[in-house]
């Protein structure tokens, strides 16, 4: 899979308490599904593919919080594009965790 952009997101819903880690929970749940690579960190993920495909994915992160119960969201976002191609993921991190 050729990968053009790198993005982490950070998603903050206006949930009270623990419900915070349902609904990012959700999220992450739903990224997984996606099949694209990722990455979860305690603070965000960061999902790696095609540029057009991971805006639509940062779009549908936003409604999930919304449909699990959040009133709004704040998320935090990182893109890196390049056209001819980023880092993955595993090339960033592999030393730091392998």
Not at 11 to 39: A, H, N, W
Not at 57 to 68: D, E, W
Request: aromatic share 8%; net charge negative.
């Amino acid at each position: 899979m050729f990968v053009n952009a790198s993005v982490a997101i950070q998603v903050l819903p206006d949930v009270e308490g623990e419900d915070i880690i349902r609904v990012v929970d959700e999220v992450i749940s739903y990224i997984k599904s996606t099949k694209l690579p990722m990455f979860v960190g305690p603070f965000e993920t960061t999902i790696e593919g095609d540029y057009d495909a991971l805006m639509d994915v940062l779009k549908n992160c936003q409604l999930i919080c919304i449909k699990a119960g959040a009133p709004s969201v704040m998320s935090y976002v990182k893109i890196a594009y390049n056209p001819k191609g980023v880092w993955s993921i595993e090339k960033k991190v592999k030393k730091h965790h392998g």
